[in-house]
């Protein structure tokens, strides 16, 4: 914990490396979460890989919501994306993923988060080339 400005700045040292970092809604409670991409290995998977972890801000600590193993496929970039929900006529935050399929080519897909971690939702593109799939990631 850090003092800073005369209020409390809580830090989450990550021993790995990072290839992206986010901030947006990934549970939709109203609050901001932070999404961080990191290169590690897991107890279920010792293959240095592309992760994704999501943290609360919880009265203002830091603290993980979802450490992810893997996603449907390996995982190489994420980002938030939105959604309207009719039902309750509101925007939903999910989360974009570019996976890379055992062709070797990429897929862009839509997870959303479902209590204790994510759920597949649906592929927007499969079997695609690397730049197509950046431009789905940006919309």
């Not at 990072?18 to 990191?38: M, S, T």
Request: net charge positive; charged share 30%; glycine share 6%.
């Amino acid at each position: 914990m850090k003092k800073y400005n005369n209020s409390t700045l809580d830090e989450w040292k990550l021993p790995h490396p990072v290839y992206n970092f986010e901030v947006a809604d990934a549970d939709n409670d109203g609050q901001e979460d932070i999404w961080v991409g990191v290169i590690k290995t897991t107890r279920f998977d010792t293959t240095m890989r592309k992760r994704l972890f999501l943290f609360k801000i919880i009265e203002g600590k830091i603290r993980p919501l979802w450490l992810g193993s893997r996603m449907s496929k390996p995982l190489v970039d994420f980002s938030p994306a939105y959604t309207f929900d009719s039902l309750s006529n509101t925007k939903k935050c999910i989360i974009r993923t570019i996976e890379r399929e055992e062709s070797g080519n990429f897929l862009v897909g839509n997870y959303k988060w479902k209590k204790f971690g994510v759920e597949f939702i649906k592929y927007e593109i499969r079997e695609t080339d690397s730049i197509s799939a950046y431009k789905l990631l940006e919309k």
